[in-house]
């Protein structure tokens, strides 16, 4: 008989929340336990994610230790500081639940560039949920599976970093002039945004936003970047919102770096994604879209040298619901539990 663990989902009437028990429902080993919100506690599940039948009549309870405490996983998909005084009385409860903070608190090792970009006090790094990161030329994973906290990444650095880290790693592109350049789809604002969500508006437009290297996005690529082998990293990132629910397609630059060659940096990155399951290198000449990847834990991938300009071009299309959040969430869950990585995790997409 197969094993089975408890998740509760705090944050579940929102995006990612929603997402989190879409996936939950699919796997084989999670019994899913309590549903928490926040203005939404008291009200139907079905009131807030119609698409998620079998839990319609689930009641969302109160964010707090009440209700999350006694489960063996604790998803966070709450808005950024709110995961800390979550997280606290859990520990203090004595709960000893996995937690995945899908929130932004505990990514960053820089309290300076914490402060910088959020603007509010560091609460301290947690183990970053991205398994197939490049850290001094072993993967993360390795990291996560004896993790009990664990950092989900921010769907924007998904794509860049997995668009750039293998040319990084063998040396072949110079991180210290790389120019990102990201279309990104509305629900990546979650359900809050309201601004973003008048049709009227947004459908007929594409929107530039966060503009001037401002993103809070920045440093945590940076650091990732870092982690690859990157002595000196410069960033450029620019997203762009496109009328569009999900998806991204991240569109990264940098300079070849001397010595290298269209044949050396294929290799980089046919040798770094050869073994894994969710990063699919693209066969060459051909492109990665969002459609590629919609509804499934899957990063399409693609690199190409532009000789005339000297710089290399690496692309990457993520569902940021999936391999954004909610997918690597659980990919990152399923080896702190022990499991096989992509238990309950597909790379088969919706389409059209
Ligand atoms: N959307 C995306 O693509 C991605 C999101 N993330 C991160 O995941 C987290 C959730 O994002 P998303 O689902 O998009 O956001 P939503 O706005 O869609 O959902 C937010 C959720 O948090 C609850 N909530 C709101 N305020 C509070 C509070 N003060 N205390 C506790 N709970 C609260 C809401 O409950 P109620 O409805 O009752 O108000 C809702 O369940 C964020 O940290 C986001 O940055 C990370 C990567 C990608
Ligand atoms: C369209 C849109 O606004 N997208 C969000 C990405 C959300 C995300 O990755 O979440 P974190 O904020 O948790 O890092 C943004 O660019 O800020």
Request: net charge negative; proline share 5%; glycine share 12%.
């Given at each position: 008989m197969q094993v089975t663990?408890?998740?509760?989902?705090?944050?579940?009437?929102?995006?990612?929340?929603?997402?989190?028990?879409?996936?939950?429902?699919?796997?084989?080993?999670?019994?899913?336990?309590a549903l928490t919100a926040h203005a939404s506690a008291g009200q139907r599940l079905g009131a807030h994610q119609p698409h998620l039948l079998p839990l319609a009549d689930r009641v969302l309870e109160p964010t707090g230790v009440e209700a999350l405490a006694g489960h063996d996983v604790?998803?966070?998909a709450l808005p950024h500081g709110a995961s800390g005084e979550v997280t606290a009385a859990l520990a203090a409860a004595g709960s000893d639940a996995i937690v995945l903070d899908c929130g932004a608190d505990h990514r960053l090792t820089d309290a300076?560039?914490?402060e910088q970009f959020y603007g509010s006090p560091h609460a301290g790094a947690w183990p970053y949920g991205l398994p197939e990161l490049i850290v001094d030329g072993a993967r993360q994973r390795d990291t996560l599976r004896t993790a009990r906290e664990?950092?989900?990444?921010?769907?924007?650095?998904?794509?860049?970093?997995?668009?750039?880290?293998?040319?990084?790693?063998?040396?072949?592109?110079?991180?210290a002039d790389v120019v990102a350049v990201l279309a990104v789809g509305y629900s990546g604002a979650g359900k809050s945004a309201k601004t973003h969500l008048l049709a009227a508006e947004a459908l007929g437009s594409l929107a530039p936003y966060a503009v001037g290297g401002t993103h809070r996005h920045v440093p945590?690529?940076?650091?990732?970047?870092?982690?690859?082998?990157?002595?000196?990293?410069r960033l450029s990132f620019t997203p762009v919102l496109v009328p569009t629910?999900?998806?991204?397609?991240?569109t990264v630059t940098a300079p070849l770096a001397p010595g290298a060659s269209a044949a050396t940096v294929r290799a980089a990155w046919e040798d770094a994604y050869a073994d894994e399951p969710?990063?699919?290198?693209?066969?060459?000449?051909?492109?990665?879209?969002?459609?590629?990847?919609?509804?499934?834990?899957?990063?399409?991938?693609?690199?190409?040298?532009?000789?005339?300009?000297?710089?290399?071009?690496?692309?990457?299309?993520?569902?940021?619901?999936?391999?954004?959040t909610a997918g690597a969430a659980?990919?990152?869950?399923?080896?702190?539990?022990?499991?096989?990585?992509?238990?309950?995790?597909?790379?088969?997409?919706?389409?059209?």
């Open positions: 663990f408890t998740a509760a989902v705090a944050g579940a009437s929102g995006y990612a929340g929603g997402e989190l028990l879409r996936l939950l429902l699919a796997h084989p080993q999670i019994e899913i336990g604790v998803f966070l300076a560039a914490w664990i950092a989900v990444p921010g769907c924007n650095v998904t794509a860049v970093t997995l668009a750039l880290q293998p040319g990084v790693a063998a040396g072949v592109v110079d991180p945590e690529v940076e650091q990732n970047l870092r982690a690859a082998g990157a002595a000196e990293v629910s999900r998806g991204i397609l991240a969710f990063v699919h290198l693209l066969p060459e000449g051909t492109w990665p879209t969002t459609a590629m990847v919609t509804g499934a834990n899957t990063a399409a991938v693609q690199v190409a040298v532009d000789e005339r300009a000297g710089r290399v071009v690496a692309l990457c299309a993520i569902d940021n619901l999936v391999k954004g659980v990919q990152s869950m399923n080896l702190a539990l022990g499991l096989p990585e992509t238990t309950g995790l597909t790379t088969v997409g919706v389409a059209p």
